[in-house]
C-alpha cells in the first residue's frame, strides 16, 4: 500500500469533530464550527441564504433585520419587505435558491432537507428545468452531502386542486 492513506487515516474521527465543534462554541470560533459536518433538515430554499451573499451578487446594500424577531409572522414581513423586492420572480427564485445552496456548502452542510414550493417551479418552468437548476447548485456547492429535496404547498391552497396536479412531481423521483 505504498503511498495509499486508508480514509480512516485522513478523515477525522467522530470525536475530533465533537472536541472541534466543542472548541469551536467555547471560542466562539466560526471558522472552527464552519469546519463541522452538520445537517440542515428544514431548510425553506428560497430563505436559506445569507443576505451579505445576496448582496453581493445584487450589488447592492440590503435593510438589516432586526436584532430579534419577535415570531416568525414578523420574520416572514421583514423578508417580504426586505429582501424580496430586490429578487422576486423567476430570476429572484433561481438567485435565492442559488444562495441557499451556497450557504449549505459554506456550512459544511452533509444532511440538506430543502423544501421548495410547487408555485415556485412551475414560476421558473415546471420539473424538468427545476430539476436540472437544482441538481446543477447541489453539485456546484454541496456535492457531498446527502439531499433530501421536498414539495411544499402554502397552507392556503386549495388542497383538491393540488392533489390533482402532484403527479409530476411525485413521478419525478426527484421529492
Known sequence: MDGIQKISD??????????????????????KLLKVPKSDLHNHSTKGCRRSWL???L????????????GLEEMQEWFTASIKPYCSGREGTILRWEGA??????????????NFGAQEIELIGGMDVFQTIIEGYRLQYCPNALFEPEITYASSCDAKLEADRIDPYISSGFF
Do not use: C, Q, S, W
Request: aromatic share 6%.
Open 59 to 70: 450589488k447592492r446594500i440590503l435593510p438589516k433585520p432586526p436584532v430579534r424577531f419577535r
Open 55 to 57: 448582496e453581493g451578487r
Open 10 to 31: 485522513t478523515t477525522p474521527d467522530h470525536e475530533d469533530l465533537r472536541n472541534l465543534f466543542r472548541e469551536g462554541l467555547m471560542e466562539n470560533d466560526r471558522a
Open 101 to 114: 445552496f451556497a450557504e449549505a456548502g459554506r456550512n459544511n452542510i452533509a444532511r440538506l432537507a430543502m
